[in-house]
């Protein structure tokens, strides 16, 4: 039995770890839990919001599977639990574990709309520097300063991991984002850095791409990418254009590696006041845990899943409300894990 860590955001994350365990259990693959409670849902039980125990359990485990960790009213002011709460606790989760690669698989699912067919590209984002540092002062009233910190360490090890990531997957390029022809020092030195990391993959063909052209190409002809490498922002700002491309939040899931610890992420989560209880799309958490499954080497699994959802999705009767339906998260989770034991929705 696979032991991961699940780190439980609140709001409608509840109700997406509960389809995520009937449909594992559907699956028949045997997941052991370690629950814990991170974010506003910490704040609220009067607990720390990054608690030391996660990170902890995470880096002994080394797989972790979470929720979007919801941020308490006033975030970024002094609260009664703390001094400051972090203005957004999924970066400060990310840099306290360390994390420093963030991949976004961007692909079409079959029978949820899109504007393109035949996409498929992994969007490979570093996590720990660039403006994302929050590097910033008021030099004078009226006036403020932020830094774009980038470096050679940061690029090659993020370049080197997008390569692999190419090399390991089958796929024949990988595109460097960038705007070099503009911030000449700090892009710059992360397109050389690319460049010098391509030249240890020859069977990898190197392109580059200015990140303003790149918003048009992606929105033209998305299917010439097979893996993009960008930077914390730029990286930030193309995986939602990507997500947009295929149908939205809920088509895509984020993998996210540091030194010894992979973390299978949510990129959508809502409060119940934003989003009623059993009102969710569970894909959000079902996609990070399939491409969990897929790590673990439980392929066959998480193709059934995969099919199972597509099953649904092209049957059309069932679908939450952010997907044009009216179904409940369990009224979908029901008819996913029915297609998984019978072959077809009834």
Known sequence: ?????????????LDQEEAVRRVLDAVGVAVEFQVYTAGRAALEQGREALPQEVFDAIRECGVALKTKLLQPKGAGTPTAHGPKVPSNFNVAFRRRLGLFASVRPVHNLAGLPSRF???????????????????????????????KIVTEAASLRIFRFAFDLARRTGRKSVHCIHKANILKMADGLFL?????????????????????????????????????????????????????????????AAVNS?????????????????????????????????????DFGEVSAAERILRAVEGVLTEG?????????????????DAVVTYLETGARV
């Open 1 to 13: 039995m696979r032991k991961v860590v699940f780190v439980q955001g609140g709001g409608i994350g």
């Open 117 to 147: 067919t035949g996409v498929n590209f992994l969007l490979v984002r570093e996590l720990t520097e660039d403006l994302y540092t929050a590097s910033e002062h008021e030099l004078v009233p009226g006036v403020v300063q932020s830094f």
């Open 192 to 252: 050389d850095c690319f460049r010098r990391v391509a030249a240890e993959y020859p069977e990898i063909t190197p392109k580059d791409l200015i990140v303003d052209n790149t918003c048009m190409q992606l929105v033209s002809r998305p299917q010439q990418f097979e893996v993009m490498a960008a930077g914390n922002l730029y990286g930030d700002l193309l995986s939602d254009l990507g997500a947009g491309l295929v149908g939205g939040v809920s088509t895509t």
């Open 258 to 294: 540091g030194d010894g610890v992979k973390v299978y992420e949510a990129v959508y989560g809502a409060s119940y006041e934003v989003v009623p209880p059993d009102a969710a799309n569970p894909l959000p958490l079902i996609l990070p845990a399939v491409e969990m499954l897929k």
């Open 317 to 333: 009767n069932v679908r939450t409300r952010d997907i044009g339906g009216t179904a409940t998260t369990t009224e979908f989770t």
